[in-house]
Nanobody, 117 residues
Framework: VQLQASGGGSVQTGGSLKLSCAASGSILSVNVMGWYRQAPGKQRELVAD???????IYAESVKGRFTISRDNAKDTMYLQMNSLKAEDTAVYYC????????????WGQGTLVTVSS
C-alpha cells in the first residue's frame, strides 16, 4: 500500500485546512486508515482513525474541530481541520493498517501544518 499525503500549509489561528491522502496498491487489505501528527520535540500521536465500517475515533484534543472521511471511489482519505490552534502545528502523516497477515503499518510522507497567530 502506497500513501501520498497533501494539503498542508500555513494558516492563522482559527483557520481551516483540508488534508488528503491518496492510497494505491493493495487497498482491499486495509482495515483502518488514519492521521497521525508529530510536533517538534514530541512523539507521534494519533489524530483520527476511520475504519472499514466507517466508524471513526478522534483524539480528545481535536474532537469537534477535525473530521476524518474517505472517498472509496477515489481511494482517498481526508482530514478537515477547522478552528485550528497553534498547538495543532505539526507534521501530519497518513497511515493505513492491515490485519490480514499480522499487523502491517503503512505510512505516507508527512505534510507540514503550521498555525500561527
Amino acid at each position: 500500500v502506497q500513501l501520498q499525503a497533501s494539503g498542508g500549509g500555513s494558516v492563522q489561528t482559527g483557520g481551516s485546512l483540508k488534508l488528503s491522502c491518496a492510497a494505491s496498491g493493495s487497498i482491499l487489505s486495509v482495515n483502518v486508515m488514519g492521521w497521525y501528527r508529530q510536533a517538534p520535540g514530541k512523539q507521534r500521536e494519533l489524530v483520527a482513525d476511520i475504519f472499514r465500517s466507517g466508524n471513526t475515533i478522534y483524539a480528545e484534543s481535536v474532537k469537534g474541530r477535525f473530521t476524518i472521511s474517505r472517498d472509496n471511489a477515489k481511494d482517498t482519505m481526508y482530514l478537515q481541520m477547522n478552528s485550528l490552534k497553534a498547538e495543532d502545528t505539526a507534521v501530519y502523516y497518513c497511515n493505513a493498517r492491515s490485519y490480514s497477515n499480522g499487523v502491517q503499518n503503512y505510512w505516507g510522507q508527512g505534510t507540514l501544518v503550521t498555525v500561527s497567530s
